[in-house]
């Protein structure tokens, strides 16, 4: 009697295939979203960052003779006009709500958000890097404006 040999996998090596392919996008998942996570954070420093490199720069211009400076405002520079400027000027995406702008005025830490708001003469610039804003996450910035 002659033994045919199947060709094919048995439902066990099949089986084995499936667990190991679901074990491996389980582990791609968890590494995605650590990731993103990390892109976030690192994108909402970075705007805080070039906002206030921004700001200083432009609240200069009045001091060096310019007639107009941050978003179109007019010189002399002053803090609240410094806010609006800015506030129109900066179209950043929030990392965490791309559906909003990064950069409002406002005096509240908003995860992903950059806040402008006016105290005397300063513009102080805050930023919340993760959810739930705790003290090491906050970001917070004083631009004086002569």
């Known amino acids: 009697m002659k033994k045919i040999k199947n060709k094919g996998f048995t439902l066990i090596e099949l089986l084995v295939v499936v667990a190991i392919i679901g074990i491996l996008a389980a582990v791609g ?6 990731y993103t996570g990390a892109a976030k954070v ?4 970075t705007i805080h960052a070039q906002t206030v490199k921004y700001m200083s720069a432009e609240i200069q211009k009045c001091s060096l003779g310019e007639s107009t400076f941050v978003g179109g405002q007019s010189c002399p520079a002053t803090n609240s006009k410094a806010v609006t400027g800015a506030v ?18 406002s005096s509240s830490y908003v ?12 513009v102080i610039v805050r930023s919340c ?5 705790a003290t090491a996450d906050k970001q917070e910035s004083t631009i004086a404006v002569d």
Request: glycine share 8%; with cysteine.
């Open 42 to 45: 690192s994108a909402t420093k």
């Open 111 to 122: 995860v992903g958000q950059v806040s402008l708001s006016t105290s005397g003469t300063n």
């Open 88 to 105: 129109a000027a900066l179209k950043d995406k929030n990392p965490y709500s791309t559906s909003n702008n990064a950069v409002l005025s």
């Open 29 to 34: 998942v968890v590494a995605y979203n650590g």
């Open 129 to 133: 890097n993760k959810t739930g804003c």
